[in-house]
C-alpha cells in the first residue's frame, strides 16, 4: 500500500534551518510528483512546492523562493524539504503528499506530518 | 499569489444540505478545472474528497459533490453527517505552475 513516512519532530532556534524527510514506499517513487504542504497552529493549508522525483525539477511558492530547497534521493525513494533562515512564524506542521501520474493535479497520499518548532 | 477565499464557518443540522464556496481569480480557479477538495479532521492529515472540480475517489461517500463557475468553485454536502464536522479545504492549479489553498472552513453538524 502507498506509503508516505516523514521524520520525526523538531526543535530549532531562529535563523537556523531544518530538513524534513519523507520516505515512499507501495508505488514508483519517480512516477509521482512529491508536494509539500504546511499548517501553522489553529491555521489553514498552506502549499510551499514541488519536486520532481524523476528529474530533480522544482517549483516553489513566491513566498518561499530564496528560502526553500526541494531535493530527492531516488535510492531510497525520499523527498527532502529544507527551510532556511526560519522565524516562529515558520512554526508548523509540514506535510508531504504525492500528486497521481498523468496530468493530474490533486494530493491523494499524505505524510503524516512533521511538527517543526522554531523558539528561542 | 494570494489564498482562495472560503468562509470561515457553515454550519447545519443533520440530513441538511451545506455548500462551500471557494472564490479564486482568473489565474487559479478561474483558469483551470483543476479545483480539489479537502477534508481535515483534528489532529489528522488531510484527505482528499473531491478532485477535478467534480470528481470523486474510490470510497468517498457521494453526498459530497463539487462545482464551478467562473472564479467561484463549490463543496456541497448533502445529508449532513455527525462524521461531517471537520476543516474544509479547496486547492486550485494556478500560473506558472503552482497551486493555491483556501484558507479553510469549519463545517459545524448542529
Known amino acids: 500500500q502507498v506509503q508516505l513516512v516523514q521524520s520525526g519532530a523538531e526543535v530549532k532556534k531562529p535563523g537556523a534551518s531544518v530538513k524534513v524527510s519523507c520516505k515512499a514506499s507501495g508505488y514508483t517513487f519517480t512516477d509521482y510528483y512529491i508536494h509539500w504542504v504546511r499548517q501553522a497552529p489553529g491555521q489553514g493549508l498552506e502549499w510551499m512546492g514541488w519536486?520532481?522525483?524523476?528529474?530533480?525539477?522544482?517549483n516553489s511558492a513566491q513566498s518561499f523562493q530564496g528560502r526553500v530547497t526541494l531535493t530527492r534521493d531516488t535510492s531510497i525513494s525520499t523527498a527532502y524539504m529544507e527551510l532556511n533562515r526560519m522565524t516562529s512564524d515558520d512554526t508548523a506542521i509540514y506535510y508531504c503528499a504525492r500528486v497521481p501520474g498523468g496530468f493530474n493535479y490533486y494530493l491523494d497520499y499524505w505524510g503524516q506530518g512533521t511538527l517543526v518548532i522554531v523558539s528561542s | 499569489q494570494s489564498a482562495l477565499t472560503q468562509p470561515a464557518s457553515v454550519s447545519g443540522s443533520p440530513g441538511q444540505s451545506i455548500t462551500i464556496s471557494c472564490t479564486g481569480t482568473?489565474?487559479?480557479?478561474?483558469?483551470?478545472?483543476?479545483v480539489s477538495w479537502y477534508q481535515q479532521h483534528p489532529g489528522k492529515a488531510p484527505k482528499l474528497i473531491i478532485y477535478?472540480?467534480?470528481k470523486r475517489p474510490s470510497g468517498v461517500s457521494n453526498h459530497f459533490s463539487g462545482s464551478k463557475s467562473g472564479n467561484t468553485a463549490s463543496l456541497t454536502i448533502s445529508g449532513l453527517q455527525a462524521e461531517d464536522e471537520a476543516d474544509y479545504y479547496c486547492?486550485?492549479?494556478?500560473?506558472?505552475?503552482?497551486?493555491?489553498f483556501g484558507g479553510g472552513t469549519k463545517v459545524t453538524v448542529l
Open positions: 486547492c486550485s492549479f494556478a500560473d506558472r505552475n503552482t497551486w493555491v
Open positions: 519536486v520532481n522525483p524523476n528529474s530533480g525539477d522544482t
Open positions: 482568473s489565474s487559479d480557479v478561474g483558469s483551470y478545472n483543476l
Open positions: 477535478a472540480g467534480n
